[in-house]
């Protein structure tokens, strides 16, 4: 802000109102980008596949097992919605179609969650972050 402290120089006002648009479009741009996670889009599908292999698995536990159960499909479904690497999101695409029986499955998709889901991340642009835009004429 000192650096700032010239003396005042024409506008051009056609320029100014060109890289106003910029900004509007750069915006946008990054709005976008930050609100669809085209990974997260592509591994929907194991991930809901997930989310339906453990309702499936708790609706066929009897009753008395079900208490026991439930910490582990909460764990799973924790999994499910995890942001995950690449390489885990393939592996959990094969977890979700292997043949085991349904607490074992339970456990071995909490214990994958355990060692390869990443913490949630803030991923939304902030526009309010862009605190000021100084305009220099080239001299």
């Not at 479009?25 to 996670?37: L, M, V």
């Amino acid at each position: 802000m000192v650096a700032c402290n010239g003396s005042e120089a024409a506008v051009d006002l056609q320029r100014a109102q060109t890289t106003v648009e910029q900004l509007h479009a750069w915006i946008a741009a990054q709005t976008a980008a930050a609100t669809i996670d085209f990974r997260a889009a592509s591994a929907a599908r194991s991930r809901r596949a997930a989310l339906s292999r453990v309702a499936q698995a708790l609706a066929r536990a009897p009753r008395h097992q079900r208490s026991r159960l439930a910490p582990l499909a909460a764990a799973a479904r924790a999994v499910a919605t995890a942001p995950m690497a690449e390489g885990a999101e393939r592996i959990l695409d094969m977890l979700v179609e292997s043949q085991l029986p349904d607490e074992a499955w339970l456990r071995s998709i909490a214990t994958f969650g355990e060692l390869n889901a990443r913490p949630q991340s803030p991923r939304a642009f902030n526009a309010e972050s862009i605190v000021a835009i100084v305009l220099l004429e080239p001299r």
